[in-house]
């Protein structure tokens, strides 16, 4: 399924019913009074969140919604059916903005958690309702409100613990596969991987890992696939920078280090700033590991942990797993969740 992190549609909540118009006839009671019900209220358009659906695809061509209208008062004072809620499954993830007002209307971040965004109209009034001592014969009703009309854009930013950055080719696909039931495809040329995909590390305490397209020198240019598969990480708590350490590398380490960096500053500074490890990654194919870290820390200014593993073997990654686990349960109790 394509993979689509933003939509625009446009939701039309149900019209309330009319209220009904009707005089009690019956054999034997000529002058029945008024029985014209109350029409029922509109449909309301609501928004779910699910995690069996992962991009918004769904709304790159059904763009209009609409909840069905309630149904008009009927005689001997029946009240119409109130109209259907349309109810929309959207990805976890999706945030929910107006485009008339710019104001955001909800972020839709937990399993089943819903989002009324058009209400139905209200029902009309019957002419029943109107009786009173002096007006035994009411000819008045009112009709339904329309339902309120919206203008959406939703936008998909994923929800994940940790999130994979790194240039192309790095190793990001391979780490996922190894670590999770993930199996994104991974090959030797650079933009394999098109879109993110998610991976669950199972254990003690489960964390979801997003793997997105790798960024290059000039992403925020657009250059590549550009830099808006960032966003996909910017909810993330935990970054791991994956380094191709070996020959293979287009760059050399501190290079790839410094690209990433930038390309990470230019979009977005807090996200910059967030708790990032640096992971060197394919220690399979190198001899002088420790010369590259040495390397790498006289260079950087980086207190954060630094990590060597080989997606590929999996060598050292168990390590990560571990450290990571300890650092969200730790952060978490901080963050009080
Ligand atoms: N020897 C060795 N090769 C690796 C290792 N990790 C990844 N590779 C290889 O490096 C190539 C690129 O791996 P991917 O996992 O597709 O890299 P990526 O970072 O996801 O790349 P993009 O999706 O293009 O951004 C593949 O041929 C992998 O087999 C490793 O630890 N050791
Ligand atoms: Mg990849």
Redesign the pocket.
Known sequence: MAFIDEASITVIAGKGGDGGLSFRREKFIPKGGPDGGDGGDGGDVILYATDSLNTLVNYRHTKTLRASSGRNGGKRNRSGARGNDLLVPVPLGTIVCDNNTRETLGDLTKIDQRLTVAKGGEHGVGNARFKTSTNRTPYQTTRGAQGEKRSLTLELQILADVGLL?L???????LICTTTAAKPK????????QHPHLGIVCGEREFVIA?I??IIAGAAQGVGLGHRFLRHISRTKLLWH?VDI?AQSEYPSNKAIQIVHHELAEYDKSLAERERWLVL?????CEDVEEIQKSIRAFHDISAPIFT?????GAGTELLIRETQQWLHHNEKKWGQ
Do not use: E
Request: no cysteine; charged share 15%.
């Open positions: 790194g192309p080719n790095a190793g990001k696909s391979t991974i090959a030797p040329y650079p933009f394999t991987t793997d397209p790798g994956l070996s990654n394919k220690a399979d194919l593993i080989s997606a590929l073997s």
